[in-house]
């Protein structure tokens, strides 16, 4: 299988642009290699490869758009899906406020780098082999058994349009989520890395296994109002859903947001930051969107106060404001306007585990199937820890315990927290392709709310 | 593609020696529009067309490309997969030995949603979002997808599936005081997704319905709260099919209970010891059946070439079995569901649902229900649902709860919020509508495994009541 390369993303992305005249057409090609192996139940369920271009073909024509998605890159198939956008966008209405495709100028100067490690690219067999060996054992040796996934994946974009337009960037990046179980119990150890060699399969399968160990015998507790360590995988939980609710355009404009007409007003306790980081992340690092506009930094959320969201240049246009770089598309979901990429809790100054500064209260490992529609006003959300649950006394950790489901208004809980940690930790979401990646630090809440446990009976 | 260059990807699998092999030719064409306050949102078309290529060689591998030039290569990238796991694999991986299959399968499509024009289905859609008045956002969606599969197996099955998925949705949303409400019919996003045609969507009256869904979106902004407490509830068909997804449906799935499905949707409480145990209520029977004629979760082979068909998976109220492929029935010792299912050409074949069902009581329509009820609350169409790893502590909310008064329908709640234990609840089960209210309810957004793929199901159902639910 060949690795995605940025002289063949542009000559196909240039090929599917064609000579159109009449219209405005933009061809974005997104090339992914991935190799990954799938754990579970404490062996290597199997092992995969898979190699995949796709094409997207967008047509303006009088502010109507149409988009078609294809990998059928031979001529003929490119012209086919050409076409079909020009056809969708002539039969859509004309939108006079549709700002159209962007030139060279204004879609702005992306970050000048190459985020590229070339052995994550072409892999080797032998010693990602052994680092999958090095996880499974690091979990065995807690008697746990690990399930997950590690992935390394290579990509090159091109987008070219036919007011002049065309970019080309390309990134790796290695990720693992890894759950080893013991008993009752269960722990987790994810990460996300711009290059293979930074991914410590063994440490990552050695920590799920401990946390694993530790929670296999846990016991009964009540719900009700206690203090929380978050770790920074129950952030992202929440982050996840803080992205999809309320931190794009279209949340804001059909005032749906807890941003809506919340800018420079106090939303939350004073110790949020939340931010896209836009190319100054290396999570995600395309640096430009996939209508090709220059990504930038996006402060939703500023020591409290609320802030702006992404655009794409539709929303911008239609909101009198320029492009954050966030224009998503997607060939499975409808997209519901412009996407986060790279989501940041910012980090505080709490160094070391932080559970001194609990005191007394629950550890969270993380949480898990976690809704936001409950009210996107106020970020209700409900979901369940899992993973390991700890009550801690006097700063030690005493017993594990079963889990629990909470059920908060978020901002409002935010309000409360008391401790932030220094570092991030960065993990890339289930929904990637929708909402991008997310890295936060620990958080430390006050009297947060666990409405229910999760016990048969 | 030809059928050479499969036969060739297969016949290198056997010289090979690989004790499974499957070469998977799928393409999928999918549509999305979506209209909001009279503008075209999205209008996009999809199309992929790739190759994936599986097989058992003390391991499995799975190798999958849409270069479609070279598959031998991809055959033999498959084997080395294979067997570059097999050092870390089960010690035993049985499959069995199964019936080569044969023979062409579609779904019963009388009008290929591809066949009619966009410009027809936009008018139709800005047609509904008209019909809604006012209200902040009127929103109309379409859904259509068409995937053609060709599977050949180093056993000698020979196989080829036409599926088409269609549906259709309007959705209202009020904003006020800092409220949001939404009022949605069928049901939000897909709407009601059928393994039909063109011909199920325009069954689904969306125009005729705007107006009475907008009302009552603007309704539920000035109605009270759902009152807490202990409450009896009646589901309607398109909640309760959500509860049977996310508490049998998904419980159900061998690969959660085998422990293979940790790392992102989790386990089961449905382990082995439990077959036999009391899941609900001697009314509930629930069943997986994925030859249900023009459900969304029907084929005629799932991605191992194996038949469709039924299987009980709760028997008056006792747990019975799993869904299941061939590697997953044998390692539980259970029939074989047929259940193995992949999104696309570029994904694995895992154990996915099929359509689940909720088998038809005897209480008539859902009038007939809400007549026999003296206290309760209806509660009408999925809002946000939530349920931990093992399926056991869900919290589902609904779009609307009407108030139930001695047998009659008096007053309007919004934000009603449920909870419960998956036993306790489907426990507490003490009616169920009769075949004249049961009908399928599709989805098209199930998702699982990692990487994440997403899958279209169904649940066939009618609105069942359920005593001392806790409302938040």
């Known amino acids: ?105 204004q879609a702005g100067v992306p970050l000048d780098v190459d985020p590229w490690d070339e052995p994550t690219a072409v892999g080797s067999f032998d010693q990602e082999t052994q680092a999958l060996q090095d996880a499974l054992e690091a979990a065995r040796a807690h008697d746990a058994a690990l399930a997950g996934i590690v992935e390394h994946s290579s990509r090159a974009r091109a987008v070219v349009n036919n007011l002049g337009l065309a970019r080309v960037g390309r990134c790796t990046h290695s990720r693992a989520r890894l759950i080893a179980s013991c008993g009752e119990g269960s722990g987790h150890g994810g990460a996300l890395e711009g290059s293979r060699d930074a991914l410590d399969l063994r440490a990552l399968g050695d920590k799920a296994g401990r946390i694993a160990a530790l929670s296999k015998a846990p016991e009964d507790i009540e719900p009700g109002r206690y203090d929380v360590l978050l770790e920074p995988e129950a952030v992202i939980e929440l982050l996840e859903w803080i992205s999809m609710i ?34 100054e992340a290396d999570l995600l690092p395309v640096v430009f969107d996939a209508e090709g506009v220059a990504r930038r930094r996006v402060d939703f959320v500023v ?22 770089g966030h224009w998503r598309t997607s060939d499975s979901f409808p997209a519901n306007g412009p996407g986060t990429e790279a989501v940041i809790f910012a980090p505080g100054t709490d160094s070391g585990p932080m559970l001194d500064k609990l005191g007394s209260g629950l550890h969270v490992q993380r949480f898990h199937y976690v809704n936001g529609f409950l009210d996107p006003k106020k970020a209700r959300m409900t979901g369940l820890t899992r993973d390991g649950l700890f009550e801690v006394r006097d700063g030690e950790v005493v017993r594990a315990v079963k889990d629990l489901r909470f059920t908060e208004d978020l901002l409002e809980a935010f309000g409360r927290i008391d401790g932030l940690g220094d570092t991030l930790h960065s993990v890339a979401g289930f929904w990637e392709d929708l909402y991008g990646a997310f890295a936060a630090p620990r958080v430390l809440i006050r009297d947060f709310l666990f409405s229910g446990r999760c016990t048969a009976n | 593609m030809s059928r050479q260059v499969l036969e060739s990807a297969r016949d290198r699998l056997r010289d090979r020696g690989v004790v499974l092999g499957e070469v998977r030719l799928v393409e999928r064409r999918l549509e999305w529009i979506q209209v909001r306050n009279g503008k075209v949102e999205t209008c996009t078309q999809t199309l992929s067309r790739g190759l ?73 859609l800005i047609e509904a979002t008209e019909a809604m008045g006012s209200v902040d956002v009127a929103a109309a969606n379409t859904m259509c997808l068409k995937r053609t599969t060709h599977l050949l197996s180093t056993e000698g099955s020979d196989i080829t599936q036409e599926q088409v998925v269609s549906g259709v949705s309007i959705r209202a949303t009020v904003v006020k005081d800092g409220l949001v409400q939404h009022r949605t019919w069928p049901k939000d996003g897909e709407g009601n997704l059928a393994g039909r045609g063109w011909e199920h969507v325009r069954t689904q009256d969306i125009v005729g319905m705007a107006p009475e869904v907008a009302e009552e979106a603007r309704q539920l902004v000035l109605a009270p709260k759902v009152p ?12 309760l099919s959500l509860q049977i997804h996310e508490s049998c449906g998904h419980p159900v799935e061998g690969d959660r209970v085998l422990g293979e499905e940790m790392s992102l949707a989790g386990g089961s409480f ?26 969304a979760g029907s084929f005629g082979w799932d991605d191992e070439g194996s038949p469709s068909g039924r299987v009980d998976l709760v028997r008056e109220g006792r747990f019975e079995g799993w869904l299941t492929g061939r590697e997953s029935a044998r390692r539980l010792g259970a029939p074989h569901a047929a259940a193995m299912r992949a999104e696309t050409w570029a994904a694995m074949p895992i154990v996915r649902m099929v359509n689940v069902n909720l088998a038809p009581g005897t209480a008539g329509s859902l009038d007939d229900l809400v007549a026999s009820t003296e206290r309760g609350l209806l509660l009408s169409r999925n809002r946000a649902w939530s349920i931990d790893q093992l399926r056991l502590n869900f919290q589902f909310g609904c ?20 909870t419960g234990k998956t036993p306790s609840f489907w426990g507490s089960c003490d009616a169920i509508c009769g075949p004249e209210a049961w009908q399928q309810w599709g989805w098209a957004f199930c998702g699982k495994g990692d990487p994440p793929q997403i899958m279209h199901v169904s649940h066939g159902c009618a609105p069942a009541r359920f005593r001392g639910v806790r409302l938040l």
């Open chain 2, 399 to 418: 779009e609307a709860a009407y108030e139930i008064v001695d047998g009659e329908i008096r007053g309007l709640f919004r934000d009603p919020l449920y």
């Open chain 2, 228 to 239: 807490a407490g202990l409450h009896d509830i009646i589901l309607d068909g398109a909640q």
């Open chain 1, 1 to 105: 299988m060949s690795v995605p390369s940025r002289d063949m993303a542009l000559m196909l992305a240039t090929s599917a642009c064609g000579s159109v005249e009449d219209a405005q057409i933009q061809a974005t090609v997104e090339q992914v290699q991935s190799r990954y192996a799938r754990l579970g139940a404490g062996v290597l369920l199997h092992r995969g490869e898979i190699s995949r271009s796709r094409v997207i073909l967008r047509a303006i024509v009088g502010g109507a758009e149409g988009i078609s998605f294809t990998n059928d890159i031979s001529p003929e198939g490119l012209a086919t899906a050409r076409d079909q956008a020009l056809a969708s966008a002539r039969r859509a209405l004309p939108d006079p406020e549709h700002p159209g495709l962007p030139t060279d100028e």
């Open chain 1, 246 to 279: 309320g931190l794009g355009a279209q949340s804001v404009s059909e005032g749906t947001s807890f941003l809506a007409e919340k800018s420079g007003e106090r939303i939350t306790g004073d110790r949020v930051t939340l931010y896209d980081a836009g190319p």
């Open chain 1, 303 to 324: 020591n409290g106060v609320g802030g702006e969201v992404v655009h794409d240049r539709r929303s911008a246009g239609l909101a009198g404001c320029s492009s954050t």
């Open chain 2, 270 to 295: 449905l382990q082995p010891s439990q077959r036999g145990e009391r899941y609900g209520s001697d009314l509930v029977h629930l069943y997986a059946e994925s030859d249900s004629v023009g459900a």
């Open chain 2, 52 to 124: 994936g290529i599986r097989a058992l060689h003390g391991g499995w591998g799975f190798a999958a490309s849409d270069n479609l030039s070279d598959a031998v290569a991809l055959a033999d990238r498959a084997v080395e997969l294979a067997l570059s796991a097999a050092p870390m694999a089960y010690s035993e991986i049985d499959v069995g030995q199964h019936e080569p299959q044969t023979g062409h399968w579609a779904s019963p499509v009388e009008q290929d949603p591809f066949d009619v024009p966009v410009d027809e289905k936009i008018g139709w």
